[in-house]
């Protein structure tokens, strides 16, 4: 195995400079850690695999002896009446995975966290700051995440594959079980706690039969031993449950909500579970949604459905992650009317309130899919009487499949920073889902995962960016995505300024390439049918999936608009509503998303639609070359195996940008008869 390709960005590589290493190694030759639990033991563990690895030297380990230590690690309540440097003021002000990491005197570092798992989000800082060789002379760092649930979900299913899954197969099932390959997992659960992950959903949304066994005692003991690796880094598990369970396996001939039978099913299902795993998270829900099973058949609602499964796991602190990702997926393409997009909020808008306050629900990020470009769902800051989470999607379904570069930090960061106007401006989405602006209990992101038992965890290498710059984002969203590309970068490849350079712009500029050679100004789609890769402009045109671009030979685009449309910027508060109303004032970007328009329509930039539509196709393969150029430079300078890694992929994402250039450019070409100014090669 390639350690390096393993190692994501916990590299700890030596410390080579001679200099900061006389100034500091005094700091790192002993640890005392102040307490014992399974965290504190992770914590520690990482601080000494660390500093083993970046100073060769072993720290020693004291018991006792405080005094001595270089570095002091604790928890507060324990640790405070022993060092009066510590503001109790301002400690008593943060949250339970607060820390604080301050240089004392005889120069000792502190590492302070409100509890444990807070202990090894400092270590896990210190030790980022030391991989990226910051002055770490005089430290005073108090940090607090901002957004309280961190979550990943997991595609995975028990026969080992992933749905939308490219890095290979499952870490935690093989052959219908949960895998005896524990080592793996814990590796995982490292790497997601060094970027501040506090919880996981271990199976796919999409629960199937096998699956829906994962709740009874049949499974629970191994999945029990899962949430002890995870525990012990600070991580939650929750479990994607079938809503028809109750008949599946439990023998019942309903499962209809407000059922007596059916609650103390539930209820005692929940007893069940946390007997094996006391600290359980609860429940990922997706019901009603793509012939999932849930509470339509009974005439019920989603409130109805999701307080059933909140009443049963209350007792226990457990919560009910409701998905909101519900639609017609056998919509009728000759019906105009019935509009996809608005689905979301036409379902669950007028529920706001009805759910118990151990339910939040979970809103992917646009109102489609993951597409490359999409509007922010109109749900964020339309619900304001109940919890909500936000919903990413890291692995690269539609934006490349881990074939191609799409580094996917900024297209989050401007979600996060996305203006609702729910209550005027300011309202953004990343206060919506920190819980502030409206004061939600519960409330955080998650996002569905891009790893697999490749050696490299994510397939494409490059890729391992997206899964580290989610949990620093979702962990601040204030933090910009030059500085996170960077922090990744540095701890990933090292210092050499020229790799950092060159892979810098790479994976900033990533994101904009594919939207180039993909499908156009937000109308989304255009994919191969299944399993999304590649293009195909009429793959999903006549199909009941409800995703339309409605070219013809005039023109492109869904009119979504209120006066003639179907109506979906209505959903939007003011001055939202009215920017994408009007076609005036629609961002280019989202232009198709909003409205049809002829080709020969006038963009913001001054030209056409389908001169656009040309020029960005031609370009987008260009910038291809270029990363590919790029990537070549990097020869010798960095590890083979992680080169021709991504080398052999900027080859395939060549082919995938050659191939949606020349189909989009000639489909629209065919379509409206209107040749390329520049008179490019069109086929
Ligand atoms: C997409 C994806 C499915 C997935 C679904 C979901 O439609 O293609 O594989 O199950 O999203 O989020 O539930």
């Known amino acids: ?75 507060y309540d324990e640790i405070h009446n022993q060092f009066k440097e510590l503001d109790t003021n301002r400690m008593e002000e943060l949250n339970e995975e607060s820390y604080i990491i301050k240089t004392i005197k005889n120069e000792s570092l502190l590492l302070v966290g409100k509890s444990d798992k807070a202990v090894l989000y400092a270590v896990h800082h210190l030790l980022r700051l030391l991989q990226l060789r910051e002055p770490i002379e005089h430290l005073d760092i108090v940090e607090s ?88 880094y600070g991580i939650k598990i929750f479990l994607s449950i079938n809503f028809a369970s109750p008949i599946e396996i439990g023998q019942l001939q309903t499962a209809d909500p407000l059922d007596p039978d059916v609650i103390k099913w539930w209820k005692n299902k929940a007893e069940e579970i946390y007997n094996f795993i006391p600290d359980f998270g609860g429940f990922v829900v997706k019901a009603d949604s793509e012939h999932r099973p849930g509470p339509f058949t009974y005439n019920r609602n989603h409130a109805d459905g999701a307080n059933l499964l909140a009443n049963a796991l209350k007792p226990y602190g457990g919560l009910v992650i409701w998905r909101c990702f519900v639609y017609n997926c056998l919509q009728d393409w000759r019906d105009r009317s019935t509009d996809r997009a608005k689905a979301a909020y036409d379902h669950f808008k007028p529920l706001d309130g009805e759910f118990l306050d151990n339910v939040i629900l979970q809103v992917k990020n646009g ?19 109940t919890n909500q989470m936000l919903e990413f999607q890291i692995t690269q379904e539609y934006t490349g499949q881990q074939k191609d570069l799409c580094f996917l930090v900024p297209l989050w960061k401007e979600v996060l920073e996305y203006d609702t106007y729910a209550k005027g401006k300011g309202s953004k989405v990343k206060s919506i889902v920190d819980g502030s602006l409206f ?43 030059e500085a996170i590309t960077e922090e990744w970068i540095r701890m990933t490849f090292g210092e050499d300024p020229f790799i950092i350079e060159q892979i810098k712009s790479m994976l900033l500029e990533s994101w904009s390439i594919y939207e180039n050679y993909t499908a156009p100004l937000g109308i989304g789609w255009m994919v191969n049918p299944g399993h999304h890769y590649g293009p195909n402009i009429d793959g999903y045109e006549y199909s009941v999936w409800g995703t339309y671009h409605f070219a013809d030979r005039d023109g492109i685009g869904v009119d979504r608009s209120i006066d003639t449309g179907t109506g979906y910027a209505n959903q939007y508060f003011s001055p939202n509503k009215e920017i994408y109303n009007s076609l005036d004032t629609c961002p280019d970007e989202l232009l198709l998303f909003f409205h049809h328009v002829p080709y020969g329509h006038k963009l913001k930039t001054g030209v056409t639609v389908i001169q656009h539509i040309y020029d960005t196709h031609f370009k987008g393969v260009e910038q291809v070359d270029k990363l590919i150029k790029k990537w070549s430079t990097l020869k010798g300078k960095i590890d083979e195996a992680r080169y021709s890694n991504v080398q052999e992929r900027l080859i395939l994402q060549l082919d995938n940008a050659k191939a949606w250039r020349d189909q989009i450019n000639t489909y629209f070409y065919r379509k409206s008869g209107i040749a390329d100014e520049k008179k490019r090669k069109i086929y």
């Open 439 to 481: 004061g939600f209990k519960y409330s955080g992101i998650c996002a569905v995962s891009n790893i697999g038992d490749d050696e490299n965890w994510t397939g494409h290498t490059l890729a391992q960016a997206n899964l580290y710059g989610y949990g620093r984002l979702i962990w601040n969203p204030d933090l910009s995505s």
């Open 1 to 75: 195995i390639n350690e390096k390709s393993y190692a994501c960005w916990l590299q700890y590589e030596r410390i080579e400079d001679r200099e900061w290493l006389e100034n500091n190694k005094s700091r790192f030759q002993s640890i005392v850690v102040i307490g014992n639990s399974p965290i504190l033991n992770s914590a520690l563990n990482e601080l000494n695999l660390g500093i083993r690895s970046m100073f060769d030297n072993e720290p020693t380990l004291y018991k006792k002896r405080v005094e001595e230590a270089s570095i002091i690690i604790g928890i």
């Open 367 to 385: 109102p489609m899919d993951f597409q490359v470009r999409e509007p922010v769902s109109p749900l964020f800051g339309a619900l304001e009487k």
């Open 145 to 232: 995440p901002k957004n309280q649930l961190r979550m990943l979900n997991q595609w995975d299913n028990m026969d080992g594959s992933i749905e939308r899954g490219y890095s290979g197969k499952s870490i935690f099932y093989e052959n219908n079980r949960i895998t005896k390959n524990l080592g793996r997992i814990k590796d995982y659960a490292r790497f997601l706690s060094s970027v501040g992950i506090n919880a996981i959903s271990i199976n796919n949304v999409n629960v199937w039969k096998l699956e829906t066994k994962l709740i009874t005692n049949e499974f629970l003991p191994d999945v029990a031993n899962i949430a002890d690796i995870f525990r012990s």
